[in-house]
């Protein structure tokens, strides 16, 4: 069994072996995946951290034996961050995993050097204003079917690195991550970090974010942004348009702690 790691500041996983595919997500930098299947320049993949799957171009990835993620997890502190790449300056964003850098194997082979701030998720208490520094984050980012990155990001992507920075693991796709934690029965009842989920016409989950109270929402919807929410769904405060359709809200955050 091979595995690989991502060696470029975001790579685009695709839906077939082909640059002209759509794009259905994104490894960040220094992100680990399980090698599948070769095909000429593409290589296909399972994300070790979310068990999706798709194609690469291989030589945006870099074969390592190292399987599986470090304890310790590290991040990426700042919005761009610089690393050394064989002395040549390479900017990653905002989440990127930088745990691989204590990899003698690869580190060495492309001779990488990190100096930024690092993000450990496993030591941070949970608090209301660390729930809005890490979504913030994100905040006018445009939307990008697929992108998980400061760059460009869809609504699934745009919890699931947020979650990820608080050490909470969410799946890739918004139906997905609605099958995950605790129901908030009443919107009133809801709180800062609690996932909302929307619906279509055919009852389909199609998008996701996250509260910030019970009557704003922070979400990727033509960029990430913040609007108003009621038990009807999303009002867009631009224009006072009803944007989505609210399905149902899931606490993930058993405990935060309010500061």
Sequence with gaps: MAFLICMVPVCPIRADASHRS????????????????????????????DSYEGWCQQ????????????????????????????GQSMYVPFASSLTFLTDKGVAAKYNLAYNGI???????????????????MFLNTPYLWGGRSVFGIDCSGFT??????????????AYQQADQGETVEDLED?????????DNEAGRITHTGILLDSNT???????????????????????????????????????????
């Design 22 to 49: 759509e794009q259905v997500s994104q490894l960040l930098f220094g992100e680990k995946c399980e090698l599948l299947e070769r095909s000429n320049e593409f290589v296909r993949v399972r994300v070790l951290y």
């Design 59 to 86: 030589t945006q990835v870099q074969e390592t034996e190292v399987e599986i993620f470090s304890e310790n997890k590290r991040l990426a502190g700042e919005w761009v961050n610089k690393i050394l790449i064989h």
């Design 118 to 136: 690092y993000i450990n998720p496993s030591s941070n208490s949970i608090t209301n204003s660390l729930i809005k520094k890490f979504a913030f």
């Design 160 to 173: 699931q690195q947020v979650f990820q920075c608080m050490n909470l693991p969410l799946f890739r796709d």
């Design 190 to 198: 809801a709180k800062c970090g609690d996932i909302a989920f929307f």
């Design 217 to 259: 929402i922070i979400h990727a919807s033509g960029k990430v942004r913040i609007d108003a929410i009621d038990k009807l769904g999303i009002v867009h405060l631009d224009n006072g348009g009803r944007t989505h359709h609210l399905k149902t809200v899931k606490r993930i955050i058993k405990t935060v702690i309010i500061d």
